[in-house]
């Protein structure tokens, strides 16, 4: 029999062009359903908030935890909160609320944490960027899909 891990999932807002994208959340929790997974995101202002509708910014000020307590169905923590060592893995959906809500953070300590503590972490979307900004040497390819017609 498998044992549960425990893993952090990391949101940056809600939203693709402002915090993680919806359907990355999706994908993560759905692969992660056997898991025990707690959910966090840090409790500050957005970079910039972005209307989704227009494609661009506006001057409306949101909150990363709030907003990303949306796509978690408000079970959420603060990520001042998080213990390294109370999980096995780490993982951030993506999309660029991350490299926008969620560079200090990394760069700060915790990510590095969990790779200095030898622990997993799944980056997807844009989330690559984190590493790459934290992690000596470390190289990222980031591939943009393109409709062909």
Do not use: Q
């Not at 307590?69 to 109370?86: F, S």
Request: net charge neutral; proline share 4%; charged share 20%.
């Amino acid at each position: 029999m498998a044992t549960t891990k425990r893993v952090a999932v990391v949101l940056a807002s809600c939203g693709v062009f402002d915090g993680s994208e919806i359907h990355k959340m999706s994908v993560v929790l759905v692969h992660l359903s056997r898991e025990e997974v707690n959910i966090f995101a840090p409790n500050i202002d957005h970079m910039h908030v972005v209307d989704h509708l227009k494609g661009s910014p506006t001057e409306e000020k949101r909150n990363v935890l709030v907003e990303s307590a949306r796509l978690a169905r408000g079970d959420i923590n603060d990520l001042t909160d998080i213990k390294i060592y109370d999980f096995d893995a780490v993982i951030f959906p993506g999309c660029f609320g991350v490299a926008k809500n969620l560079s200090s953070w990394a760069v700060g300590g915790s990510l590095e944490a969990f790779h200095k503590a030898k622990k997993p972490i799944g980056l997807c979307c844009i989330s690559p960027v984190l590493a790459a900004k934290i992690f000596p040497g470390c190289e990222v390819t980031i591939v943009r899909n393109e409709t062909v017609s």
